[in-house]
């Protein structure tokens, strides 16, 4: 009995140890952890990552777009960040005449620099724990509502201070650890960014979606933008006379070389992670999500393969919309193995069993039990969710009818923003692909939703048509979008016309559905959740602190500044095989193949290698290094993320993690989870080298 109860408790404290290398951590509380840091290596001090007194490294890092990172690497406002998190604004600069996503961009002048509408990146001023503030008035006989109520006008109130000075100011209080703690997080945001080189995709996304996500790599991952500012330095709209931003701080970089063994540091914007879910919840993404969200997409990817193989206009209109689908869809694939290998959700349900037994007859008592009830409630909703988003709102010509009409229920239908909304729908639309995809993921919902989570819309329809593919025979010929000149004839009288065609029909009748007959109960478990998950994270952390079970929390990921650290490291997936850290262009040069669109590079790479004429930018070995490993626990978000060594130099550019390691975002591996980064000496060669464009290496400080 005795030998048992010790095997239980090693089981839970092996679950819950501080596992070397896992982390995500606020830089403002980065003190806490660095004496770790130091010990690993990490030369600097807590406050040269952060501070609000004097330039810190905090200051050259930005968040780019909506969800990707980037850093500042010259004193003139230049800005490193992926190849993929640029591919829109590359994308939206090309055309059959100027392909830059095949032929590569590079301004040679500050004038050629080109202008991106609607990029935006923010630089992270200050942050603070602000959570007395927010829960300022709150006591225990508040309900739930009151209590949300007043969060919301405490943080109202904060924001509108914080941001009083204006000049591009943006704040946000965001919930750490479901709640239980809030802080205040001020932005300055700049508008005027520009695209200044990127390589051809078959540099910038060499290996395509065979390689995404695995090692070993050989992606040069990377492009280049510049932020402008008004001559005081502050952010401003568009205009020629903006100047190029002189930033606070910018990285200085390392053209030394990685060791396996070297410490890094990761600072960026992780976007979601779920560490401290419930079993249940690990449970759903395994058996159920996860699988059906596989197979609608792998069903959507082999419709545009097909299409896109057979024309250059249909690559280039569906290039950026097939990486996005194709993304995800390997990432779970990653994912499920993951999760079922490092058998997470019996690992957590004996987590869950030690913790109520602890709990029994004290705060947290019934907790498990309440989250696990929610899950079993939310299940069938969630179902019906995921299969909404990946199925209907996946019909393209759908989301675009839904865009016109809604424009219809102002008072006056604003024909230039239609014109406007068409522009951009038909520049990369190929009907047979929707039409296609629209057959294949909608049988799918008719086989798999149970009749009750079906709209009665699409019975009638479906009993009307007889069959999915009569349905959509009719939608995509006799939509009015199908047809460009009649979108633009529109006029305000065309109200009726618009609100009763098939397209537009059909994205209504399912969204009316889904707003009235799922999102609110998801609505409403999902904020039981978030009640539950409030005490059970405490009740985690009380757990572990009062039984001395040694774990450090960091809260989830929520598209946050966060500090990783880890060293650089090579990993065993499986048996026999052994990956090395690190990859170089020798390895381009074996994958290398023109039959193969992924792995086509350009001749001039060719010419490059075959004349050995690499420059300063070699490895020890005489080969130019292109990308390594490291054990940084990163997530999406964290792509352009400064990868930096022990001196706070810049030594590479975090894209992507390893497939046998995605599921990090629920459970770290320090065995297996590795980040993949692409080295900056292949990033100054192409520069050097393939572009020409040495006027940007002479912006740039190299030691
Ligand atoms: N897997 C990386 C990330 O999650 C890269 C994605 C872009 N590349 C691609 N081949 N789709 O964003
Ligand atoms: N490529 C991802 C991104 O866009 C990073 C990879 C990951 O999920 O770790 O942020």
């Known amino acids: ?167 591009g100011l943006r704040a946000t209080v965001e919930a750490l650890y479901y709640g239980n703690q809030y802080f205040l997080f001020l932005y300055r945001e700049y508008s005027d960014v520009r695209l200044v080189g990127a390589p051809p995709s078959s540099i910038g996304k060499f290996g395509g979606d065979t390689d995404n996500w695995m090692w070993p790599r050989h992606t040069g991952d990377f492009s280049i933008f510049r932020i402008y500012a008004d001559k005081d330095n502050n952010p401003a709209p568009y205009s020629k006379d903006n100047v190029p931003y002189k930033p606070k701080k910018y990285f200085k970089i390392s053209t030394k070389g990685v060791q396996e063994g070297d410490f890094t540091f990761i600072y960026g914007f992780p976007g979601r992670t779920q560490e401290y879910i419930h079993s249940e919840g690990v449970r759903y993404i395994e058996e159920t999500g996860d699988p059906h969200k596989i197979h609608l997409r792998t069903l959507r990817l082999d419709i545009m393969k097909k299409y896109m193989g057979e024309s250059q206009k249909v690559r280039i209109q569906y290039s950026s919309k097939n990486a996005n689908v194709a993304n995800a869809w390997k990432k779970w694939q990653g994912e499920v193995k993951g999760i079922r290998k490092m058998k997470t959700v019996r690992t957590k349900q004996e987590f869950e069993k030690a913790f109520d037994a602890w709990a029994e007859g004290g705060e947290f008592d019934g907790v498990t039990g309440k989250l696990a009830a929610l899950y079993a409630e939310l299940e069938p909703y969630q179902f019906a969710t995921d299969y909404y988003s990946e199925t209907v709102r996946t019909v393209e010509i759908a989301n675009f009818a839904m865009s016109i009409a809604r424009l219809f229920s102002q008072e006056d239908f604003d024909k230039a923003k239609a014109e406007e909304l068409a522009a951009t729908f038909y520049k990369d639309w190929h009907l047979p692909i929707d039409k296609e995809s629209f057959v294949a993921v909608m049988n799918e919902y008719e086989k798999n939703i149970p009749e009750d989570f079906k709209p009665a819309y699409h019975k009638e329809k479906l009993a009307a048509y007889g069959s999915v593919e009569a349905w959509a025979e009719d939608m995509f010929t006799n939509s009015i979008f199908v047809d460009p000149d009649k979108v633009k004839a529109l006029a305000a009288e065309d109200k009726e016309t618009v609100l009763k065609d098939p397209a537009t029909e059909f994205s209504n009748e399912f969204l009316k559905w889904h707003t009235t007959d799922i999102q609110p109960v998801t609505a409403r478990i999902n904020r039981d959740l978030q009640l539950a998950y409030r005490d059970y994270m405490r009740g985690q952390m009380t757990y572990c602190r009062t039984q001395r079970v040694p774990k450090a929390f960091y809260p989830d990921a929520n598209l946050t500044l966060r500090v990783a650290y880890g060293h650089i490291k090579g990993y065993s997936p499986s048996d026999a095989v052994y990956y090395m850290p690190s990859s170089t262009i020798k390895g381009i040069m074996q994958k290398d193949n023109p039959e193969i669109f992924d792995y086509n590079i350009p001749q001039r790479l060719r010419d490059i290698y075959a004349a050995r004429d690499f420059g300063p930018w070699t490895d020890a070995s005489g080969e130019v290094p292109v990308c390594f490993i490291a054990t940084n626990h990163t997530t999406g978000g964290n792509s352009g993320s400064p990868v930096i060594n022990a001196e706070g130099n810049l030594i590479g550019l975090n894209f992507d993690r390893v497939w046998e390691g995605t599921m990090s975002d629920i459970v770290f591996d320090p065995e297996i989870c590795r980040n993949i980064a692409l080295d900056i000496r292949y990033v100054l060669f192409i520069i050097d080298k393939v572009a020409d464009a040495d006027h940007l290496l002479e912006e740039m400080v190299l030691e």
């Not at 896992?22 to 130091?38: C, F, T, V």
């Not at 090309?94 to 961009?105: A, K």
């Not at 080109?114 to 829960?135: A, H, Y």
């Open 1 to 167: 009995m005795k030998r048992v109860l010790t095997i239980i408790t090693l089981a839970s404290i092996s679950f819950l140890s501080a596992k070397a290398d896992e982390g995500m951590w606020l830089p403002s509380l980065i003190s806490q952890r660095i004496a770790d840091m130091q010990d690993k290596g990490f030369r600097l001090s807590a406050e040269d990552i952060y501070s609000v007194n004097q330039a810190s490294l905090k200051d050259a890092v930005v968040l780019f777009g909506r969800g990707c990172t980037g850093e500042l690497v010259s004193p003139e406002g230049l800005l490193l960040t992926n190849h993929h998190c640029g591919y829109g604004q590359i994308q939206q600069h090309s055309s059959v005449e100027h392909d830059y996503l095949r032929d590569g961009f590079w301004a040679m002048t500050r004038e050629e620099e080109l202008p991106n509408k609607g990029l935006t990146v923010s630089f992270l001023e200050r942050m603070d724990d602000v959570t007395d503030i927010i829960l300022k008035g709150n006591d225990s006989s508040m309900s739930e509502k009151e209590r949300a109520d007043l969060v919301k006008s405490n943080s109202e109130a904060l924001i509108k201070e914080a941001t009083q000075e204006g000049k």
